[in-house]
């Protein structure tokens, strides 16, 4: 059984930056793939960053302005959130996938454990 916790959500101003984490304890973490999910109020989930043993990827909204990292020795993966829009307001969760794949944001069905999920809002 993998137990994973997120932390790091609050409120922030517009351009502002926050840094989630997610500790994923259990198990082989060298080995998952991990993602961070997120769910706007009154909208579906969506992907938005995920990390393997061999790749990252971002949705395209993201991209340039989020950076998903991962420490193994710490089984830590870590969302750095830079220049944020009122738009990135939402509830963030950390999926992990054991043993991992290549990520794919489109889907959830893959993910084997989830956390409860952290809440940013970025205020302007």
């Known amino acids: 059984e993998v137990q994973v916790v997120e932390s790091g959500g609050g409120l922030v101003q517009v351009g502002g930056s926050l840094r989630l984490s997610c500790v994923a304890s259990g198990g082989t973490f060298d080995k998952y793939t991990i993602a961070w999910y997120r769910r706007a109020p009154g909208k579906e989930r969506d992907g938005v960053a995920c990390i393997s043993t061999k790749q990252t990827i971002y949705t395209d909204s993201v991209e340039g302005r989020f950076t998903i990292s991962r420490d193994n020795a710490k089984n830590t993966v870590y969302l750095q959130m830079n220049s944020l829009k009122p738009e990135d307001t939402a509830v963030y969760y950390c999926?992990?996938?054991?043993?991992?794949?290549?990520?794919?944001?489109?889907?959830?069905?893959?993910?084997?454990?989830w956390g409860k999920g952290t809440l940013v809002n970025v205020s302007s």
């Open positions: 999926a992990v996938e054991a043993p991992g794949g290549y990520c794919n944001l489109a889907y959830t069905y893959h993910m084997d454990y």
